[in-house]
């Protein structure tokens, strides 16, 4: 799906975390347990995905489609791991169609780390969905994103997670990271960058959810940006290992052979620390991909979902 499709975007407070004294007190905690442990960590701003819309703007076989896309989300079991398809390669001949809306508030590190991945976050979405009739409400829900990335040779890249790293170590992903907010406030500080900074940016939102997929290409597998397409949107898939923390997965051409990808990636990047090994599935072996492949135990859960969209979406056929 091509970036106009993101026609509306509204990013708002009130698209923030719903808040109560309690649940701040427990951020507080689990953030000085965390920090004290590793004192490397620092928080950050993020984006929060209070809901994505996808409008039918007309009637049609591609409408109907993407109505049916929306109304039909994958599951994983075991890992419990959904994917929401948002869009699909029929849409991609009809974009004017349809319009997909992202609804967005702030958030960050710390909060994420106090909500979603905390041991109250099943009681948090019991009390989002009795008070406020949404399960997500108090929870930080940051936007990642994630690149299906394949080689001038068809191969798609995965990477080895480091032990080292806080969550699904040693497992296999794709790259990924998150758009930042402090990129659309210059000269503001973290802790300062809130929503109304973000009003009439509307359109640089977009482009930084674009251009930080290809940055985490680049800083993770050591490929230089000019040899990445511009990334088709696939649809957003819920991890929820971390209660539905949400992720927009890509697709992603890179110009370089395979070997030529493997032998940038031996050289290291920004991010060479947060893998140790990188592997390339072939596309057949990527449609093959299910809960019954070998390969699949070692994945971790956002790279599943990547993988389920990529089948479902089918962005190089």
Not at 4 to 15: C, M, V, Y
Not at 96 to 122: F, H, I, M, P
Not at 170 to 194: F, N, Q, R, T, Y
Request: net charge negative; with cysteine.
């Amino acid at each position: 799906m091509l970036q106009k499709i993101f026609d509306l975007l509204h990013s708002h407070s009130r698209f923030n975390r719903q808040s109560f004294p309690e649940i701040e007190q427990h951020i507080e905690a689990v953030w000085s347990d965390r920090v004290a442990k590793e004192p490397w960590l620092f928080n950050g701003a993020k984006f929060r995905l209070h809901s994505a819309v996808l409008s039918v703007m007309e009637k049609g076989p591609v409408a109907e489609q993407a109505a049916q896309n929306l109304t039909q989300p994958q599951r994983g079991e075991g890992d419990q791991l959904e994917s929401a398809d948002k869009s699909s390669d029929r849409l991609a001949k009809d974009e004017q169609s349809c319009v997909l809306t992202l609804q967005l508030g702030l958030t960050c590190y710390k909060d994420y780390l106090g909500t979603n991945w905390s041991r109250e976050a099943g009681r948090l979405q019991s009390h989002g969905q009795n008070e406020c009739a949404d399960p997500q409400a108090f929870l930080a829900q940051p936007l990642g994103v994630g690149a299906v990335m394949s080689t001038a040779d068809g191969d798609v890249v995965l990477l080895r997670r480091s032990q080292k790293v806080a969550e699904a170590a040693g497992l296999l992903d794709i790259p990924g990271g998150h758009p930042e907010p402090k990129m659309l406030c210059p000269g503001v500080s973290e802790e300062a960058i809130c929503a109304d900074l973000l009003q009439g940016k509307e359109r640089a939102v977009v482009s930084e959810i674009f251009s930080s997929v290809c940055a985490e290409i680049s800083d993770e597998v050591n490929v230089p940006v000019s040899s990445l397409s511009k990334p088709v949107f696939m649809g957003i898939a819920l991890n929820h290992t971390s209660a539905g923390r949400p992720s927009a997965e890509f697709y992603v051409r890179c110009t370089l052979t395979t070997e030529e990808v493997r032998d940038f990636y031996r050289h290291g990047g920004p991010e060479a620390h947060e893998s140790t090994e990188i592997l390339f599935l072939s596309r057949a072996k990527m449609f093959q991909l299910n809960e019954r492949s070998p390969l699949w135990s070692e994945m971790c859960p956002s790279a599943k979902g990547a993988v389920l969209l990529y089948q479902r979406v089918m962005p190089d056929c």
